[in-house]
């Protein structure tokens, strides 16, 4: 599972990163980093969609299908659909229709999961190291689904898929990891020709071959309700979990 993520470089970096494919914010977008989106808030995160990839839009957090647009509220209490599961694409209604036309690629810059330990559960904060980046972390992307819903606006789903080996021990209670692309492998999801085979190959094979870094933050984190701390993503020492990682 993925509902905790993190995008705090400027708006400036992102465009900077992604100069050589050319892709611009959607004016007159007001962009908001954070340090903590959390998906039960269904606020914006950013997304590059397949039908428009020269484009990073802003999304709500959570899958709607255009016909429940009128019944937004009700649906998002009943289905958050922050996450999309690999294996479910495309057995479960909702995400069929999404595949053939409707990928996407959302930007972050970290993400949280849960660490359980007995009763205990311990939040880590998973990135990217950069050494080249001032605040030591890249880019990356999930691949995504994503609808568009009446007045131009946007939903999103993260992909998740099998954690693997490290995953495995940072989200131990349900061994499922988001789906980060290779960047390789960026143009090749947001393509119309694409196969379906192909879709599931990189979703089985296409996770980043970046190594991922891992530490625990605080326990507040689910509580925490301020997307603009940086205190959230800080590195918090528990002697309880020394011998985990």
Known sequence: MCYDI????????????YKAHDLQFNPPLVYESYFHQRGFWHQNIYIIPQQQPE????????????Q????????QKRNH???????SLWKVSEWVQCMPKNRCLIIADGFFEPHHRGEEIVPYYCYIPDKDSEDNRKIFVFAGIYTEIPSDAYTASIITVPANSLFEKVHNS?????LVLD????????????????????MKFGFTKDEF????????????????????????????LFDDF
């Open 6 to 17: 993190s995008l705090t470089k400027s708006k400036k970096s992102i465009e900077n990163f």
């Open 183 to 202: 960047e390789e492998f960026h143009q090749e999801w947001l393509r119309f020709d694409t196969t379906k085979e192909k879709l599931k190959e990189l």
């Open 81 to 87: 659909n922050l996450n999309a599961r690999s294996e």
């Open 213 to 240: 870094q891992v530490h625990s933050v605080n326990k507040n984190l689910y509580k925490n309700k301020n997307p603009n701390n940086p205190e959230t993503i800080k590195y918090v020492e528990y002697p309880s």
């Open 174 to 178: 349900a061994n499922r990891m988001p």
């Open 55 to 66: 484009e990073i839009v802003p999304a709500t957090w959570g899958l709607i299908p255009p």
């Open 68 to 75: 429940m647009y009128e019944f937004i509220d009700d649906y």
